[in-house]
């Protein structure tokens, strides 16, 4: 039997034009998939909370005499900052590594001293 190029050709043209439809039905339904998808995610970055930038800790440890550089960096204030944030510092950095709350008392204590630094009423005496 003789295969002739006639006879196969509308078989072909025919099976493609039985896939196109199918084809485009299924790039439409990948493109409303993606682009539901798409919007859900921005709706959910767009109200997720406002996350803090992460702050870097002073990789050191405590000098032998407290300075203002070194009771900043433990409050995670500036040098001049004003007395505010500096009690709203040492409020926060306290309720952090409070000795009630699994907190050191050596911790505590420094974290005081840098307040009292901070604040202009001089030396505090750690006990440590």
């Known amino acids: 039997k003789v295969?002739?190029?006639?006879?196969?050709?509308?078989?072909?043209?025919?099976?493609?034009?039985?896939a196109t439809p199918l084809v485009a039905g299924l790039?439409?339904?990948?493109?409303?998939?993606?682009?539901?998808?798409?919007?859900?995610?921005?709706?959910?970055?767009?109200?997720?909370?406002?996350?803090?930038?992460?702050?870097?800790?002073?990789?050191?440890?405590f000098e032998?005499?407290?300075?203002?550089?070194?009771a900043a960096l433990i409050l995670g204030v500036r040098e001049r900052a004003a007395f505010n944030k500096i009690k709203e510092a040492h409020k926060?950095?306290?309720?952090?590594?409070?000795?009630?709350?699994?907190g050191s008392h050596y911790i505590a204590s420094k974290i005081n001293e840098a307040k009292d630094m901070l604040m202009g009423k001089g030396k505090s005496g750690s006990m440590f």
């Open 64 to 70: 032998r005499e407290m300075t203002r550089r070194e």
């Open 27 to 61: 790039s439409v339904a990948a493109a409303a998939m993606g682009s539901r998808y798409m919007l859900q995610a921005w709706q959910a970055f767009r109200t997720r909370a406002a996350m803090p930038r992460v702050r870097r800790f002073y990789p050191g440890g």
């Open 92 to 102: 926060r950095v306290m309720v952090a590594n409070h000795p009630d709350a699994g």
């Open 3 to 18: 295969f002739s190029l006639r006879t196969a050709s509308p078989c072909i043209s025919r099976t493609k034009k039985e």
